[in-house]
C-alpha cells in the first residue's frame, strides 16, 4: 500500500508542477521539493529497518561498526546527492546537478579508502 501512496502523491505534485510551471516557475520547484521531502518521510522508517538489519548481520561477522557506519554515510551521501541534483534538473540547473554529483563521488572517495586501506592490509597478511 506504501507505493501507491508515495505513487498517488508523486503523480500529483507532477501535474501540480505542470500548471505551476506555466505561471510561476519558482513556485513550481518548491512544490517538487515539497514532494520529494513528503515521499523520504514516508519511507523514512524503512530506512530505519534496514540499518537495524545490517547492524545485526555486522554483530553476527564480527565486523567493526566503523566499517558499516562509513558504508552508511557513502549509501546517504549517494542518495541525498542524487535528490538534490535531480531538484537542480527540475529547476533547469543541469550544472549546478553535476557539481553536486561530482563533490558527492569525491566525499565518497574520502570515505572508503579506509575501507580500501583495511582490505588491502587483510589481503596482505594472507599473501606471504
Do not use: H, W
Not at 95 to 120: G, H, R, S
Amino acid at each position: 500500500m506504501d507505493i501507491l501512496q508515495i505513487s498517488g502523491i508523486a503523480l500529483t505534485g507532477a501535474v501540480l508542477a505542470v500548471v505551476l510551471k506555466q505561471k510561476s516557475p519558482p513556485m513550481a520547484v518548491l512544490l517538487s521539493i515539497a514532494v520529494g521531502v513528503i515521499i523520504f518521510l514516508l519511507v523514512l522508517g524503512k530506512i530505519g529497518a534496514i540499518v537495524d538489519i545490517l547492524q545485526q548481520l555486522s554483530e553476527r561477522a564480527d565486523i567493526s561498526t566503523i566499517y558499516l557506519g562509513t558504508l552508511l554515510k557513502i549509501i546517504g551521501i549517494a542518495y541525498i546527492a542524487d535528490f538534490i541534483a535531480q531538484i537542480c534538473r527540475d529547476a533547469d540547473q543541469g550544472a549546478f546537478a553535476t557539481k553536486v554529483e561530482m563533490a558527492a563521488k569525491i566525499m565518497v572517495l574520502v570515505l572508503a579508502v579506509p575501507i580500501v586501506v583495511a582490505v588491502l592490509q587483510a589481503l596482505l597478511r594472507l599473501v606471504p
